[in-house]
């Protein structure tokens, strides 16, 4: 029998075929491999080709003003002067705001600007001011809300809609200052970018060719979440990560669904 493979000096066209998908698949695992360093990398499109990209909130930036934060400290304290004696931490009824105020005068006083440099003080001193601000309105909340349990709060429908608004507003406030502090280990260490694991993740880090290269979250886009979950009582668009975050955003719902709860109800109830 004479056999069926090509002659001398002839191409196979089987052989040929079989190179060329082989060829073929190895030239789509190297542009999937490049999809894949580009993905990592974070390239986008530039004036010069394919650039590096890498979002602000994953590199060392100068850090965040210092003036947002302060400004809601501000406004916290003020909202603790209408509380009435009995809801306060401290009495006189100044003595608590004038604690809080000492502590941010030497704050601000020890780190005006740039928030982007560690100190064994300041970090201590920010925490300890925002804890007095916490442990006072949670007293005013725990006496608000036993005194309507009891019926011994709530005689008058506006100053008791004033004081429920208070004591909500102060616990937007908190709350926006603890994710604040303790985001990816607080302003600080967002600034140097120590920690590349957030503790909440916003749109713009999931979508980083949305944004501007220099974004990276501040006081402001905290104190929107914190809003946002007083309001909703759940999370919207800016989603807790870590076990902490998720606890400590359970709590301020909490403590908001009951305030509001509470409020309202013995507000209507005196308006009938």
Do not use: C
Not at 75 to 101: C, K, M, S, Y
Not at 106 to 130: C, D, F, H, Q, Y
Not at 218 to 246: E, H, I, Q
Request: aromatic share 10%.
């Amino acid at each position: 029998m004479q056999p069926t493979g090509p002659r001398d000096g002839q191409r196979d066209p089987q052989a040929d075929g079989t190179r060329k998908i082989l060829e073929g698949i190895h030239a789509l695992h190297g542009r999937l491999d490049e999809l894949e360093r580009r993905a990592q990398s974070r390239e986008r499109p530039g004036a010069f080709g394919w650039m590096d990209f890498t979002p602000a909130w994953k590199r060392p930036t100068t850090g965040e003003a210092r003036w947002p934060a302060a400004l809601a400290v501000v406004a916290a304290i003020a909202l603790q002067l209408p509380l009435p004696d009995r809801l306060v931490l401290l009495r006189p009824t100044w003595a608590t705001p004038a604690v809080e105020g000492l502590l941010l005068v030497l704050l601000v006083a020890a780190n005006p600007r740039r928030i982007n440099t560690e100190s064994r003080v300041i970090r201590p001193l920010g925490l300890a001011l925002v804890a007095v601000l916490s442990l006072a309105n949670a007293y005013a909340v725990a006496k608000l809300v036993i005194g309507l349990v009891r019926g011994t709060e709530g005689e008058s429908a506006g100053p008791l809609l004033v004081t429920g608004a208070v004591i909500w507003l102060t616990n937007i406030i908190v709350f926006a200052l603890w994710y604040w502090e303790f985001d990816r280990g607080g302003p600080v260490a967002r600034a140097n970018a120590t920690n590349p694991y957030p503790d909440f993740l916003f749109v713009q880090m999931t979508s980083p060719r949305l944004a501007a290269p220099e974004w990276e979250p501040a006081f402001g886009d905290y104190f929107y979440l914190s809003f946002t979950n007083a309001t909703a009582f759940s999370p919207t668009d800016v989603m807790p990560m870590s076990r902490w975050a998720k606890m400590a955003m359970t709590a301020q719902a909490t403590v908001s669904i009951v305030t509001v709860a509470l409020v309202l109800a013995r507000a209507v109830n005196i308006f009938k």
